[in-house]
């Protein structure tokens, strides 16, 4: 079988995946802060399919690689071993946001599977496995904390699409409702009987929730910190991708 040097293409998924990844959790966090359980489930289920994609070819390369080991010297260990967790992690993702199901337990996952990447990046680094050590410690650190990351927020978002009507962080919540003012447009209609089939107290109830929705300070740290770090494995992603990209290309089989 002739040689096939699938590197440059690997990296590319990755700043796929990376993109992707950091698109939905850019629109998730828009649509959490608006408490709109709707749109929220929507990006995931938007979300689904292009990273279930990208995890599908991501986990066949990798099984490939695994037995036909195409790469040589030391890459077939470094590269396809954390590139088989990398696409299974994804398509374990995929499949929970396109079935409505815990993101949590795809978090878990992909917890354990950054904390053994961040693991082989700092041997890679330590032993000199490749020719860029550093450049591929940081691309590995960055994947890894992202994957750590992942699971705090997936708790967030569970917990948020199990209480979709206001009462999410109710700590916050009433908080903003104890400080409004009281009305007494609502203190009148208190004192009134109630009829039975309207649904002018429903929608009150889903106004006010919507308008003393707060989002807590670690909640919104939590989420921006895991973009951020999503942001800074594309980037790392790109920037492996650039250096290795021109030699793939000179040198086809």
Do not use: C
């Not at 802060?33 to 990208?54: E, W, Y």
């Not at 396809?80 to 396109?98: H, K, P, W």
């Not at 815990?102 to 878990?108: P, S």
């Amino acid at each position: 079988m002739a040689f096939i040097d699938f590197l440059a293409f690997q990296e590319v998924t990755l700043l796929i995946a990376a993109v992707m990844i950091g698109y939905v959790g850019v629109v998730a966090f828009f649509a959490l802060r608006r408490n709109d359980a709707t749109g929220l489930k929507g990006v995931l289920r938007g979300g689904a399919i292009p990273l279930g994609s990208v995890g599908a070819i991501a986990t066949t390369l990798a099984l490939w690689g695994e037995v036909a080991w195409p790469l040589p010297g030391s890459y077939n260990i470094l590269f396809t071993d954390i590139y088989l967790l990398f696409g299974v992690t994804l398509v374990i993702l995929a499949v929970s946001m396109a079935t409505s199901s815990r993101l949590q337990f795809a978090g878990l996952f992909a917890l354990v599977a950054g904390g053994v990447t961040i693991a082989y990046g700092w041997s890679g680094y330590h032993l000199a496995m490749t020719k860029e050590p550093l450049e591929t410690f940081l691309m590995y650190g960055a994947f890894g904390l992202s994957g750590i990351l992942s699971f705090p927020a997936t708790l967030v978002v569970d917990h948020y699409l199990t209480h979709p009507n206001g009462t999410a962080f109710a700590s916050s919540a009433g908080i903003a409702s104890a400080r409004r003012r009281p009305s007494l447009l609502g203190a009148t209609r208190a004192a009134q009987p109630i009829v039975g089939g309207s649904s002018g107290g429903s929608s009150e109830a889903t106004s006010d929730a919507r308008s003393t929705f707060r989002v807590p300070i670690y909640i919104n740290a939590t989420l921006i910190v895991f973009v951020a770090f999503v942001a800074l494995a594309g980037i790392a992603a790109l920037l492996y991708l650039d250096s290795t990209l021109p030699a793939h290309l000179a040198s086809a089989p």
